[in-house]
């Protein structure tokens, strides 16, 4: 079975990290932009990161500029924004495409059914959410408009459980 841990993707600072560095953690992935009405959201994910991060929380950030060029800036310039607007101390990666022939392999797997109750598809807008336990299998997928806050109940089940 296919778990975040068959993944590698490059850190903002250019380097390959695999994804089962975050194995036994719980994870929350999130394709995100810099100049979009969703990109408040950043404030977001850091609070989750602050509040669960000792418990076992892990948000991945993923620039994507698939979505109307809502992330035109380079790896720099994102980690820039990211720390001056929001104080983002959760892990970035470079720019990647979520949809399409091109997306990365993580997205290809994100966007795939994972049973009856998270049916596939492409992802919607920027800020697209998925939990995934600390087995590295995905939990839950929520839509972009779902506030960062609206997760904290997932998130407390999903550290609750040992895995």
Aim: contains cysteine; proline residues 7%; hydrophobic residues 40%.
């Amino acid at each position: 079975m296919t778990t975040l841990d068959d993944f590698t993707a490059t850190t903002l600072a250019g380097k390959d990290q695999p994804l089962a560095d975050h194995l036994g953690s719980v994870v929350l992935v999130v394709n995100t932009a810099s100049k979009c009405g969703l990109t408040p959201q950043y404030a977001g994910l850091q609070q989750l990161h602050e509040r669960f991060g000792e418990q076992g929380l892990t948000v991945l950030g993923f620039p994507c500029d698939q979505f109307m060029h809502q992330e035109p800036g380079t790896e720099a310039e994102i980690a820039e924004f990211c720390q001056v607007n929001y104080g983002v101390t959760f892990p970035m990666f470079a720019k990647v495409e979520v949809n399409g022939p091109g997306a990365h392999p993580l997205f290809q797997w994100l966007t795939a059914p994972h049973g009856e109750e998270i049916p596939g598809g492409d992802i919607e807008w920027n800020f697209a959410k998925f939990l995934l336990g600390r087995d590295g299998t995905v939990l839950r997928r929520y839509a972009p408009q779902t506030e960062p806050a609206d997760l904290a109940d997932d998130i407390e089940a999903a550290l609750a459980t040992k895995g």
